[in-house]
């Protein structure tokens, strides 16, 4: 019997020393903490550059018809709408400097350049047309007109980032600023067609600072996480102002030598103003 209990010891003393042998190979490891990714730089500042093609623009205005005969009769005799005033479509040009505020609003200024053909055509009044003859109906007597426009803007502009779809970043904008409009010089033929109406004249375009407005809608694609191509639609509003001088003749104080009297002087036409649709394409770096 005593030997059973000695046996029975030892096997419970081996049974423990090998689960205390096992317990102590169990090694037990610290949770691994992973740093979290950086975040995306959400603002700074940005360089752009963008061409464009405006589309041709339809527009109106109004000229002054100088009478050149002798006083009391000699001045304004009539203003005259024009039957059509075109902005010929052309390219465009332009740069900038921006900030990004956050992930959804950013703000840039704009200086941008185009150069755009004038065409120009007003029918002639009745007065012209008895003066010279014409039947008053069936002659198709006008003026052609033809001219160049300089145009810079100067804007100032805040846009929204919508949500990005993958790599592509839809926006809506809206901007306002300036516009410098200089008319190149403006060239005016008379044509008939019962007679050689031999009618041609030049004169001063002038220039003005105007108002300016826009709005832009349009999508942005990374090709890096700093550099994005941006493709976009632009509207964009002028006011109206002057156009052009009055020529040589109508400046005349005796244009027949006849009477001394005052000649034109000032402004004879203005246009109303141009609505410009301007398709652009762009680059922005945004630094980091």
Not at 169 to 175: E, K, N, W
Not at 246 to 252: C, I, K, L, M, T
Request: hydrophobic share 35%; charged share 20%; with cysteine.
């Amino acid at each position: 019997m005593k030997n059973v209990s000695a046996i029975a010891l030892m096997a419970c003393g081996m049974l423990i020393g090998a689960n205390g042998a096992h317990a102590a190979d169990i090694i037990l490891e610290e949770p691994v903490v992973l740093a979290p990714a950086p975040l995306p730089v959400a603002s700074g500042w940005y360089i752009r550059g963008d061409i464009g093609y405006n589309f041709k623009n339809k527009t109106d205005g109004d000229w002054a018809f100088w009478n050149q005969f002798d006083p009391p009769y000699r001045g304004i005799d009539d203003t005259l709408k024009y039957d059509e005033f075109d902005l010929k479509g052309g390219a465009s040009y332009g740069v900038g400097v921006g900030y990004r505020f956050n992930e959804m609003f950013r703000a840039d200024a704009t200086l941008d350049f185009f150069r755009a053909g004038i065409k120009g055509r007003t029918d002639c009044p009745s007065y012209v047309k008895s003066a010279k003859g014409l039947n008053l109906i069936e002659d198709n007597c006008h003026y052609e007109d033809s001219s160049t426009a300089n145009i810079w803007t100067a804007m100032a502009n805040a846009y929204v980032d919508l949500p990005k779809v993958g790599v592509l970043t839809p926006y809506l904008g809206a901007g306002l600023g300036a516009a410098y409009v200089n008319y190149g010089n403006w060239n005016t033929r008379q044509v008939c067609t019962e007679i050689n109406c031999d009618y041609q004249s030049e004169k001063d375009g002038l220039d003005s600072w105007r108002f300016a407005m826009g709005l832009m809608a349009g999508v942005s694609y990374d090709l890096t996480e700093q550099l994005k191509l941006d493709l976009g639609y632009r509207y964009l509003r002028i006011n109206g102002g002057k156009a052009y001088g009055y020529d040589a003749e109508d400046r005349s104080t005796n244009p027949f030598g006849n009477v001394e009297g005052p000649g034109a002087t000032g402004t004879q036409a203005h246009d109303n103003g141009f609505n410009i649709h301007t398709v652009r394409a762009g680059l922005r770096y945004e630094f980091r």
